[in-house]
């Protein structure tokens, strides 16, 4: 099992963030399955201000560039990004290839005490 982190913003729009976290809160079914589907465990959202924190925990040998391709190859999911997508903005310096920017591991608890 292992980590991956990725970040993105929300359009700086107090009341469209709001409309987000809502839609959160009853993500469609199939969204759910297809998440489970290409073999994410765990995955939690945290937001600060309009910066988003993605958070999830996968199989070893997951490939977010392929294994997301899985997930959108739904209708319904796709449906569901592009309707997200109304509220998010990629951050500054993205890189153009992925709308959700992977982040870098630079510390890691459990293996600097391993170490």
């Known amino acids: 099992m ?10 700086d729009d107090p ?4 409309e987000y976290e809502r839609a959160h809160e009853r993500v469609w079914p199939e969204v759910l399955r297809a998440l489970r589907a290409i073999g994410i465990q765990r995955m939690r ?8 924190f993605m958070y999830c925990e996968v199989p ?3 490939d977010p560039r392929r294994d997301y391709q899985a997930y959108a190859a739904d209708p319904r999911c796709r449906e569901w990004d592009q309707s ?17 920017t992977p982040m870098e591991a630079i ?9």
Not at 2 to 11: C, D, M
Not at 45 to 52: A, G, V
Not at 108 to 115: K, P
């Open 2 to 11: 292992k980590a991956i982190a990725q970040t993105l913003e929300l359009v």
């Open 107 to 115: 510390f890691d608890l459990e293996a600097q005490e391993r170490s």
């Open 15 to 18: 009341e469209r963030i709001a």
């Open 84 to 100: 997200m997508r109304r509220y998010q903005q990629q951050v500054p310096r993205a890189d153009s290839a992925s709308w959700w």
């Open 60 to 62: 070893d040998d997951f």
């Open 45 to 52: 959202i945290f937001r600060h201000s309009n910066r988003l």
